[in-house]
Each structure stands twice: as structure tokens, then as C-alpha cells.
């Protein structure tokens, strides 16, 4: 079995597109792009999977702070680094490929990228504040 890869056929894909699969921003992501990475030749998989914490070096209960993407050459991308890879295989994704590589592109692109990463698990108003009561309610 190839190191990098579970049995899958490796020479056949691109890469491994690895999620939190804790996240529900991130599982509700995986499950919305599913068909269209796996017929741009990547396969999904949750970064708590045995065989990805052992091929990334996790600990079981390191944080999972981005995503990342496992080529099939065994390079590990993270984050906005590992959208802007999937972007480049996918024709009308191809602008963030190309934003990338303008002045301040990445910059841009990994702000963007950390600020979603941050809120991931408040998105859709589960970790809003509690509304505040009047003055002098107090428990």
C-alpha cells in the first residue's frame, strides 16, 4: 500500500481534500463540493481519520486549525494554500489560482482563509452572545 494514500487507486487522483470533520461548516462544505472534486480526481476524508492523523503526524487531540490538501506527490498544503491548489484544477475556480499570484494576492487570500478557519464553529449563530437582559437582571 502506498504510504501516502489509503487503497484507493493513488495513481488515478490528484489528492485528498482533508476537512474537520467536527465542523459543520466544514462537513456541510465537504458535502456540497463532494461530486464536483471527486470528478476533478481528489477524494475527501475527515482529518480525524486513523490513517490521516497517522500520515500527517496528529496527535488525537492536536487542534485542527485549516484544512488541508495531500497531493498524490505527498506535499501537504494548508489552508488557503491547499484552496488555491484546488482552485488551479477546476477551470471556473481558476481566478483564485490567478489571484494568488498577484501583489498581496496570498496575503489577501490567507486573512480571508484564517478569519473563516477562526469562526468556523460560530458560523450560523451557534457561539452568539446571549442577548443582554435590562439593567439589574441578575442570576
Known sequence: MNPEFPATAAD???GWVLYDGECPLCTGAAAWF?????????????????????????????????????????????????????????W???????????????ILLHGFYRRLAANRHCLGGACRLPKPGRLGDYE
Open 34 to 90: 463532494a461530486r464536483l472534486l471527486q470528478r476533478h480526481r481528489f477524494r475527501l476524508a475527515p482529518l480525524q481519520t486513523d490513517w490521516v492523523r497517522l500520515r500527517l503526524d496528529l496527535a488525537p487531540d492536536a487542534p485542527l486549525p485549516e484544512m488541508r490538501l495531500l497531493a498524490a506527490d505527498g506535499r501537504v498544503y494548508g489552508g488557503a494554500e491547499a484552496l488555491v491548489q484546488i482552485a488551479r484544477r477546476i
Open 12 to 14: 488515478s487522483i490528484i
Open 92 to 106: 471556473w475556480a481558476w481566478p483564485v489560482f490567478a489571484l494568488a499570484h498577484l501583489p498581496g494576492g496570498m
